[in-house]
């Protein structure tokens, strides 16, 4: 189907979603119908909001036409209710109430193209793991310094998880090594940590808040090398409040050489404009980490290019969204993509020689 058949299903998602979401709880509850004495009212309301969280990866699947996208959505879902022991069997009965519901309330093009979106979800499911695999791997060389960190963190002990990066530094570790082996997989880690219940969202966001003050400690190695005279904005978009990924990603340009301006979290499309214009930026570095907002990620490549005094700057792109389609970025418009730190500052430096895209 063409693209355009695929935004027209997302645009009809969104203009209908209250009768969708509504469908679908009903739905829900006429087939176990002992949901409304077990949970109540305060259930039912619960049973809406998921609704809508699940709505909103398939509309944003749609609008880029990329159904793997809701088909990993599917197969993080069931990790984390499982997680939360909530048996798989309810997500499947979610699901197909969902695609009954999308069915009755859009016309057919709309309706049929969103129900194989949620079939190929379901299709994942069936193969994806309740227990998604730690990300500290085994063969890396500083993997007994990344478990150790990681196990500082979750103890609560962000002194001795410092000491033992500024040990390995001041020991002879490399600075990349440290963001790429260290920082990197634990966050990963932490992340999939809370997906299966282990931990709570304080401790996922003392861990980040942790390993980002150890980050800016290690600040004096990133401006110690020669200066390479290109510049780098790197930012969150509009929306997007997870910014130690890009933090990590402009502190490897800077220790290779570039001047950077790291604009963090929830950056409004004007401000990013204005960075890039205001520091002749040579490469504009975009950070999503969920798949709801790559409409924002487009939206803002699409203003970059289109504003006389920035369509000469290149555009990175990278999160999480990325790694399950790699190819995503040449959708968006974007000059490429990288799975992380190391892989970005090699393809801007080649960007930048080339003058041109890959």
Same mark, same amino acid.
């Given at each position: ?16 979603? /209250? ?22 009212? $305060? +259930? ?16 944003? !699947? ?17 990790? @984390?209710?499982? /997680? ?10 979610? *699901?197909?109430? @969902? ?21 190929? +979800?379901?299709?994942?499911? @069936? ?18 310094? &990344? ?12 002194? %001795? ?9 001041? /020991? /002879? ?17 932490? =992340? $999939? #940590? ?5 931990? !709570? ?11 980002? *003050?150890?980050? !800016? ?7 110690? +090398? ?30 290779? =050489? ?5 604009? =963090? ?7 990013? *404009? ?19 907002? #790559? $409409? ?34 040449? %959708?968006? =418009? ?7 730190? &190391?892989?970005?500052?090699? #393809? ?6 080339? +003058?041109?895209?890959?």
């Amino acid at each position: 189907m063409s693209s355009q058949t695929h935004q027209d299903a997302s645009e009809a998602i969104e203009r209908h979603r /209250g009768q969708i979401t509504e469908a679908m709880v009903a739905q829900q509850y006429a087939r176990h119908p002992e949901l409304a004495a077990r949970y109540g009212e $305060r +259930g039912r309301r619960k049973c809406l909001q998921d609704a809508n969280y699940h709505l909103d990866y398939l509309a944003e !699947s749609l609008a880029v036409a990329q159904p793997p996208l809701f088909a990993d959505y599917v197969a993080w879902a069931r990790a @984390m209710l499982a /997680g939360r022991n909530i048996p798989v069997e309810d997500l499947i009965v979610n *699901l197909e109430c @969902m695609s009954d519901a999308l069915r009755q309330t859009l016309d057919a093009p709309s309706g049929d193209l969103a129900a194989q979106y949620i079939k190929a +979800g379901l299709d994942q499911l @069936m193969t994806s793991s309740a227990t998604p695999l730690s990300f500290i791997a085994a063969d890396q060389p500083l993997t007994p310094l &990344a478990q150790e960190y990681l196990t500082a963190l979750l103890a609560g002990e962000r002194q %001795r998880a410092s000491r033992l990066v500024l040990d390995a530094v001041a /020991g /002879g570790v490399a600075v990349q090594d440290v963001y790429l082996q260290v920082f990197q997989p634990c966050q990963h880690e932490i =992340g $999939r #940590l809370w997906q299966i219940n282990e931990i !709570s969202v304080a401790q996922e966001h003392y861990c980040t808040a942790a390993t980002q *003050l150890i980050m !800016s400690q290690l600040y004096p190695y990133l401006f110690s +090398g020669a200066r390479t005279g290109h510049t780098l904005v790197a930012t969150c978009i509009a929306g997007d409040l997870h910014e130690i990924g890009v933090r990590m990603v402009s502190d490897l340009f800077e220790l290779n =050489g570039w001047d950077t301006h790291y604009l =963090g979290a929830n950056t409004p499309v004007p401000s990013i *404009l204005g960075a890039v214009r205001e520091q002749h930026a040579d490469v504009l570095a975009i950070s999503a980490t969920i798949i709801p907002h #790559l $409409r924002a990620v487009e939206e803002l490549i699409t203003q970059v290019r289109a504003a006389p005094d920035c369509g000469a700057v290149k555009i990175l792109v990278g999160g999480y969204p990325f790694n399950v389609v790699p190819e995503m970025w040449r %959708r968006l =418009g974007a000059d490429g993509c990288a799975h992380d730190a &190391a892989t970005a500052v090699a #393809l801007a430096n080649r960007l930048v020689a080339d +003058g041109q895209s890959p």
